[in-house]
């Protein structure tokens, strides 16, 4: 067996702690990937603290990049020393993974949040006891990791892993948003809304402006709503036309103020909570679409109006991931980003490994949009 170093939460709510592990030998559908970097999300977050449900001791992480070491038997599209972004998991052989769907796979909870490997094994060992690992199939906050094949997204070895790791999840998540489910251009959205100005919130505004600059004549209005007015000051550098913080202004007058009372065309929900969905859903205008990428705890429900929902021919949806494949997505924006026209850079903070706990609670506490640990 190979070592490694892991950062485990060790039971809920406890600190990460820095330990060494052994990896279980690489399957054929498996690579072997020595990092780089690795984001830090709030979904790391959320299982630490219980909301969505994992098993402990667990290693966690789902936004490494870094240069592939080994591959097993049936990895026929990688090989030693590519350079790979490392995203989501999915079955591969489920009605939605043959449509090219997989952000949907059938198995996608427990080929992400399942702790294991599909078969029942683990990726990582300890003579402690068990370690449950393989989130989102990468478990990145374990160098060397072994990842799932479906997990790893080649990409150009010009850019800096230290940079695009980020793309693997929030940011692909937010841009896709946009991307592949407002659909700007084709839907003719004049009106947009992002709630929550986080990694995810910025990354759609960020692809919003960027169709808007593409494509005259849409997304004259693109709306930042947050409680923070860092945040909030930060959108519109990133691309927002207007601001809003409803505990100074209210909310619904402002929309209707901005759209003419006319409402809005898209709106997008990026911190997952309820109240703020709901809001969401209320101000959206005829044939309008909102969208939920925020990940409430599971079991939450949100309102809808039905009548007004049948009426106006309006829409409410889930987006996972951005709705992208990420082995074609990921490079898209890594493109984005090396022509100047997605600057992630700008909201990210490099930390050591060692300082995890430390970037966790600048992340928190608002300091830092997307924290970057330094493997090297």
């Known amino acids: 067996m190979l070592s490694a170093t892991a950062l485990i939460i060790p039971e ?4 990460f702690e820095l330990v060494n592990v052994e990896l279980d030998t690489l399957q054929p559908g498996e690579v072997l990937v020595k990092l780089n970097a690795t984001g830090i999300c709030h979904t790391d977050l959320a299982v630490r603290h219980g909301h969505i449900p994992m098993p402990f001791p667990v290693v966690l992480g789902h936004e490494g990049a870094g240069v592939v070491l080994d591959v097993g038997t049936n990895v026929p599209n990688l090989q030693k020393g590519d350079h790979v972004v490392l995203s989501y998991n999915y079955c591969g052989s489920c009605r939605s993974c043959e449509m090219g769907q997989t952000w949907h796979c059938a198995k996608i909870f427990a080929c992400n949040f399942g702790g294991q490997r599909l078969d029942g094994s683990r990726t ?3 003579q402690s006891g068990p370690i449950y690992g393989c989130f989102f199939g990468q478990s990145s906050f374990c160098n ?5 094949a479906a997990s790893c997204v080649k990409v150009n ?3 800096p892993l230290s940079v695009v790791c980020a793309l693997g999840c929030g940011f692909q998540t937010g841009a896709g948003s946009v991307f592949n489910v407002v659909k700007p251009a084709k839907r003719r959205v004049r009106y947009l809304a992002i709630f929550g100005v986080g990694g ?3 990354a759609a505004i960020m692809a919003a402006r960027y169709l808007a600059n593409e494509n005259p004549g849409i997304l004259d209005v693109i709306i930042a709503v947050d409680y923070n007015d860092e945040r909030l000051n930060m ?6 036309t207007h601001v ?3 505990q100074k202004d209210n909310l619904r007058d402002r929309v209707a103020q901005i759209t003419k009372n006319e409402n809005l065309d898209a709106a997008v929900d990026c911190t997952g909570a309820i109240p703020v969905v709901n809001d969401m859903i209320g101000l959206i205008g005829p044939g309008g679409m909102a969208i939920t990428v925020g990940g409430p705890a599971p079991g939450l429900t949100a309102s809808v109006d039905v009548f ?3 009426i106006g021919a309006k829409t409410y949806r889930g987006c996972h991931q951005g709705n992208a494949y990420a082995k074609e997505f990921i490079p898209f924006l890594a493109d984005l980003y090396a022509r100047g026209k997605l600057p992630i850079e700008k909201l990210q903070k490099t930390y050591k490994v060692s300082d995890i706990n430390l970037a966790t609670q600048d992340m928190l506490k608002g300091l830092v949009v997307k924290p970057i640990l330094l493997w090297d």
């Open 124 to 126: 990582m060992h300890s």
């Open 12 to 15: 809920k709510d406890a600190a």
């Open 235 to 240: 959108a519109k550098e990133f691309g927002a």
């Open 244 to 246: 809003i913080n409803p």
């Open 157 to 159: 070895p010009d850019l």
């Open 308 to 310: 007004d929902m049948l």
């Open 200 to 202: 995810v919130g910025f």
């Open 144 to 148: 060397p990791a072994i990842v799932q």
